[in-house]
């Protein structure tokens, strides 16, 4: 199994440009999730989703949007990238119940100038 | 709201001595509770979890954590530090409150450093 993956591993945006981070798992993970590592503040939820089609608001939602058409795949979309979205995201699966591991992706390291 | 404090944002320890990693939650809901660590440029990983069995619970690499309801506390520990343990450490609590279920609210992290 792959686990979870995570593409690209670096980027650089301009503001403005819209572009999609690409998340994918490989062990049927009915739950699945986006973080933003910034320093000083751990994680912070995104998005999440509990399954193809259903998806839900974290705590940091605006200026990114998600969609699940797959179990496998929940891709993140910004939409006019910000320099205040320079950040490290993580995509994280697990099975649905809260005692649950989360596995997490090795990250995208986004730099918006 | 569910709510995890960690104290001390670097802990500084020499190889060999205690490891102590603190960690406060607040939750209206019984808490699932876990430990995560980071090792620089990479993701996260599962060190252990508290579901509500034993309140001492043992994971990977020698430490373990120990669940006390009454001070609302779930800190990590290790008895004897070792060189390779140096990383970043987060508190996380599940959201049960969620439909989700499994959402995660992370502390701030402590990063431990260990000198030889």
């Known amino acids: 199994n792959a686990g979870v993956t995570q593409t690209p591993k670096f980027q650089v945006l301009k503001t403005g440009q819209s572009m999609t981070l690409q998340c994918a798992q490989d062990?049927?993970?009915?739950?699945m999730s986006w973080y933003r590592q910034d320093p000083g503040m751990g994680l912070r939820l995104i998005h999440y989703?509990?399954?193809?089609?259903?998806?839900d608001q974290g705590e940091v939602p605006n200026g990114y949007n998600v969609s699940r058409s797959t179990t496998e795949d929940f891709p993140l979309r910004l939409l006019s990238a910000a320099p205040s979205q320079t950040s490290v995201y993580f995509c994280?699966?697990?099975?649905?119940?809260?005692?649950?591991?989360?596995?997490f992706g090795p990250g995208t390291r986004l730099t918006v100038l | 709201a569910q709510s995890v404090t960690q104290l001390g944002s670097h802990v500084s320890v020499s190889e060999g001595a205690l490891v102590l990693l603190r960690c406060n939650y607040s939750?209206?809901?019984?808490?699932?509770l876990f430990w995560y660590v980071q090792y620089p440029n990479q993701g996260l990983q599962l060190l252990l979890k508290?579901?509500?069995?034993?309140?001492l619970v043992k994971g990977i690499n020698g430490f373990e954590a120990e669940f006390k309801k009454s001070e609302t506390s779930f800190h990590l520990t290790k008895p004897s530090a070792h060189m390779s343990d140096a990383a970043e450490y987060f508190c996380a609590v599940s959201e049960g409150a969620r439909q989700a279920g499994t959402a995660l609210i992370f502390g701030k992290g402590t990063t431990l450093s260990v000198s030889s």
């Open positions: 939750s209206s809901v019984p808490p699932y």
């Open positions: 508290y579901t509500s069995a034993a309140t």
């Open positions: 994280a699966s697990s099975y649905r119940d809260r005692g649950n591991e989360q596995f």
């Open positions: 989703s509990v399954g193809a089609g259903i998806t």
């Open positions: 062990m049927n993970h009915e739950y």
